[in-house]
């Protein structure tokens, strides 16, 4: 298992910030972007040495163990405790987003899949709020959640969207089981996992249907004067954000369009869109609650054993086909949807 250090927001976007000749949109992404390279070489150098601390002990059975940190601005982690499990709400609204944001993605996970905390054993959650100045990300470094409150300008409190919650938290999930290289089309793969299961976690807390749920993910976390709905689009990969600060979103939706670039760990922020894309397709195909049957052939393929760390998007798409068909059987609803979405995105599935 190799921890590795996942951002909500891609590192072009806050290249293309760090440009604007406004310091007020500059500024705060180059503070971000020099926050990051530290985070992760922090996180390989963990990786390599060991962590110090030793592990809390894993929570009873079923149920969530979450601690809430504040790190007041700092960076230093995890911070001040301000919440613990069981403790009422406070007065600050990010903390308690976080609190149950966390709380939403456990639900999940057990609920619907069986799967007790992150780990599958327990796992004690925590999230560190309020982290750094202007912070305009979130991540999950491998051991916990990190949340900044973005710059106003361009970014909101990354606490908003619950999905930016589950995606990060749900990185934690494919470090624990398939443990997808975070680089190229695995890594897609890897964003792509958390992108569908953020998406889930939101629609299973809202109770949606495939057909009423937005698909987007981040929404509500771009700051009014930005033109644009989110950070990333399932339902149209391409369309989330189209800004003359930000520029236009550049996932593509089928392998058509497949960008290939040495950045971003070679674009695994961009072309998940297409994996994104082909989820999307088959669970509003099978229509209903899209956890109980697109998200299940997904967490089984994701915790099967069967997937390799440098698995590409054909290994990935015929793993689901076997999956849809193992579970629903052959000539099923469910396998003919997982096919032909995978068809239409351009992925052949071997």
Known sequence: MTPVFCTIVPPHVLDKLAQSEDPALSRPARQTLQRDAYERTHRRLTTVL??????????????????????QHKTTLPGKKVRGEGDEPGKDATVNRAYAGLG????????????????GSGLPLDATVHYDEQYNNAFWNGEQMVFGDGDGEIFLDFTIPIDVIGHELAHGVTQYTANLTYFGQPGALNEHVSDVFGSLIKQYTLGQTAAEADWLIGAGLLAPRVSGVALRSMKAPGTAYDDDVLGKDPQPATMEDYVRTGRDNGGV??????P?????????ALGGHAWERAGQIWYDVLTGGELKEDAMFAEFAAL???AAKARFGDGSDELRAVAKAWEQVGVRTL
């Open 276 to 284: 994104n894309h082909a989820f999307h397709l088959a669970a509003t």
């Open 50 to 71: 060991g962590a110090p601390a030793t592990p809390p002990p894993p929570a009873a059975a079923g149920t969530p163990h979450r601690t809430i940190y504040d790190a």
């Open 104 to 119: 939403a993605t456990f639900d999940l996970f057990l609920k619907a899949y069986g799967r007790d905390s992150i780990d």
């Open 320 to 322: 689901t086909v076997s």
């Open 269 to 274: 922020h961009i072309n998940s869109g297409i």
